[in-house]
């Protein structure tokens, strides 16, 4: 099975356009203000507009209120909501939309319980922990705490990059990569070279 690839960040529309053009599968826009990979609603329809068809919208919310998430979903054309926060199964389920939940990984984490308790996501995101930073720290985790027998498809992220994309893929044997900064040239800035390598570190992962 062909590795998924996510590319998540983007602030710019002509990097969301490269990235399509790469075969990426997924890009991801973050309605997280802390962030400065934050996009406001209008850059995000802006961003979405300008994508050819088959390529999948994700939305990145963090501990977001129903009111802020809604306003998102009624303006801009999302296909997945990600929810990176401390999210009960019970808020993932309001939207009536596919959902991955994403886990800051701890050694004493039960994957497997968690992909129990959010059976109806599309995806496990698997993500390094990192005190006081709810994803995008660019930092990696131990792979050896993924389960090899995992109920739902797992997406890993955390501290990828070129060089280590093959290993990853060929480690892990996730659903799909996600990757941030790994692929930037400075903060919600995607490189296109970056891209393109990323993506053929996978593909050559997969032979």
């Known amino acids: 099975m ?4 996510k590319i998540c960040g983007f602030t710019q529309v002509q990097d969301a356009v490269n990235a ?12 997280y203000p802390p962030s400065p990979r934050h996009v406001s609603i209008e850059k995000a ?9 088959f390529v999948t919208v994700v939305a990145l919310f963090v501990d977001e209120t129903e009111a802020q998430i809604r306003e ?3 303006n801009v054309a999302i296909d997945c909501i990600q929810f990176h926060g401390d999210e009960t199964v019970e808020q ?3 939207y009536n939309k596919p959902y991955m939940k994403a886990i800051r990984m701890k050694p004493e984490l039960d994957i497997m319980a ?3 308790e959010y059976y109806d996501a599309s995806a496990l995101l698997l993500d390094a922990y990192h005190p006081g930073i709810k994803g995008g720290s660019g930092s990696k985790f131990d792979w050896d705490l993924i389960p090899d ?9 955390g501290g990828l990059q070129v060089d280590n994309a093959t290993q990853a893929v060929q480690s892990v044997k996730p659903y799909a990569l996600d990757v941030s900064s790994g692929v930037e040239s400075s903060k919600g800035i995607k490189d296109v070279a970056k891209m393109a390598a990323f993506i053929q570190a996978i593909k050559e992962g997969d032979r």
């Open 2 to 5: 062909r590795t998924r690839v």
């Open 20 to 31: 399509a053009n790469l075969g990426v599968d997924a890009i991801g826009l973050v309605f």
């Open 45 to 53: 329809i802006e961003i979405v507009k300008a994508l050819p068809a």
């Open 72 to 74: 998102v979903l009624n």
């Open 92 to 94: 993932c389920r309001l």
């Open 114 to 116: 968690l992909a129990e």
């Open 149 to 157: 027998n995992c109920s739902l498809p797992v997406i890993l992220a």
